[in-house]
C-alpha cells in the first residue's frame, strides 16, 4: 500500500523516511519529491509498505506527529491522475 507522507521538512531525506517507516513492516519504493530546478524538497513524498495492515498501522501511528520539528501528514497514496494537457505553451488567439 503507497502512503502520502506531506508536510516534511524540506530537509527530510529518503533515508530519514525509510527510518522512521521501517518499523511497521517491509518496505518497498521511499521516495521524498523534489524540485526539477533546483533539486529541493518540495516538502512530500510517498513510502509504500507491502502489507496493507502495516500501512495501516503506520497511518494510526504517524499521522500528526512531530518529525523533524513538523507534523507529518501521513494517508493512503490517491492514485496518480493523467492531466489533459501537460501546459507549458502559450495560446494563440
Known amino acids: 500500500m503507497k502512503l502520502y507522507v506531506g508536510n516534511l521538512d524540506r530537509e527530510v531525506t529518503k ?9 511497521f513492516g517491509e518496505l518497498g519504493e521511499v521516495t521524498v519529491i523534489r524540485d526539477r530546478s533546483n533539486n529541493v524538497s518540495k516538502g512530500f513524498g510517498f513510502v509504500e509498505l ?12 504517524l499521522h500528526g506527529k512531530e518529525f523533524m520539528g513538523r507534523s507529518m501528514d501521513v494517508n493512503e497514496a490517491r492514485p496518480k491522475t493523467e ?11
Open 50 to 61: 507491502l502489507k496493507k495492515e502495516e500501512a495501516e498501522a503506520a497511518i494510526a501511528a
Open 15 to 23: 533515508e530519514n523516511l525509510q527510518e522512521a517507516f521501517q518499523t
Open 83 to 93: 492531466s489533459s494537457s501537460r501546459g507549458g505553451g502559450r495560446r494563440r488567439y
